[in-house]
Antibody, heavy 124, light 112 residues
Framework: QVQLVQSGAEVKKPGASVKVSCKASEHTFDSYGFSWVRQAPGQGLEWMGWISGYDGDTNYAREFQGRVILTTDTSTKTAYMELRSLRSDDTAVYYC?????????????????WGQGTLVTVSS | DVVMTQSPLSLPVTLGQPASISCRSSQSLVHSDGNTYLNWFQQRSGQPPRRLIYKVSTRDSGVPDRFSASGSGTDFTLKISRVEAEDVGVYYCMQGTHWPYTFGQGTKLEIK
């Protein structure tokens, strides 16, 4: 059973960037991937993108294309989500979740394990 | 993108009574590989989402058997046979058949 531990809360100014980390406990880091999902205060869940821990392949939601960068570091078993050009409406809790290993189907397991969430506040 | 529509959005239920949440998708969720990638999540206040059900009807480990789910194509349902106090929270359906993944708006279950 994998545990995902995310980095702590961040406060950023509009226009800045934030990088959130997600460290996995399982040694088979390259046998799965990560999705990132965010939740604005009082709102629902919004999928941002996916990265494979195996080959670094990515897939981003259209609304985040060009502004979000997902990466992984297999040596530290850590996934990262960097969001640039922050706006006030990017204030949200950002979650990582264990996901599929490859872009193609079939998918064995998806979003069965989640990190605890990281609150990012964007305010001037 | 596939639009996921849940109803109701608010669900007051008496303890011990059943509850049912509907989720409809704007496109069929049957993938060409034969699977239907429809998940249900529960989110309690201040907690990350917890997956309850995957591939329409398979309960995750540790999920009480009072939770069940069914459906096909574009129409799906989550049922709780007898609501308990710990079931309070927001429930989301999510499709993983098509990129991008999309979630329903969420259904808030509360005790009457």
């Amino acid at each position: 059973q994998v545990q995902l531990v995310q980095s702590g809360a961040e406060v950023k100014k509009p226009g800045a960037s934030v990088k959130v980390s997600c460290k996995a406990s399982e040694h088979t880091f390259d046998s799965y991937g990560f999705s990132w999902v965010r939740q604005a205060p009082g709102q629902g869940l919004e999928w941002m993108g996916w990265i494979s821990g195996y080959d670094g392949d990515t897939n981003y939601a259209r609304e985040f294309q060009g502004r979000v960068i997902l990466t992984t570091d297999t040596s530290t078993k850590t996934a990262y989500m960097e969001l640039r050009s922050l706006r006030s409406d990017d204030t949200a809790v950002y979650y990582c979740a264990k996901d599929r290993i490859l872009r193609r189907w079939p998918v064995v397991d998806s979003l069965g394990y989640w990190g605890q969430g990281t609150l990012v506040t964007v305010s001037s | 993108d596939v639009v996921m529509t849940q109803s109701p959005l608010s669900l007051p239920v008496t303890l011990g009574q059943p509850a049912s949440i509907s989720c409809r998708s704007s496109q069929s969720l049957v993938h060409s590989d034969g699977n239907t990638y429809l998940n249900w999540f529960q989110q309690r206040s201040g907690q990350p989402p917890r997956r309850l059900i995957y591939k329409v009807s398979t309960r995750d480990s540790g999920v009480p058997d009072r939770f069940s789910a069914s459906g096909s194509g574009t129409d799906f349902t989550l049922k709780i046979s007898r609501v308990e106090a710990e079931d309070v929270g927001v429930y989301y359906c999510m499709q993983g058949t098509h990129w991008p993944y999309t979630f329903g708006q969420g259904t808030k279950l509360e005790i009457k």
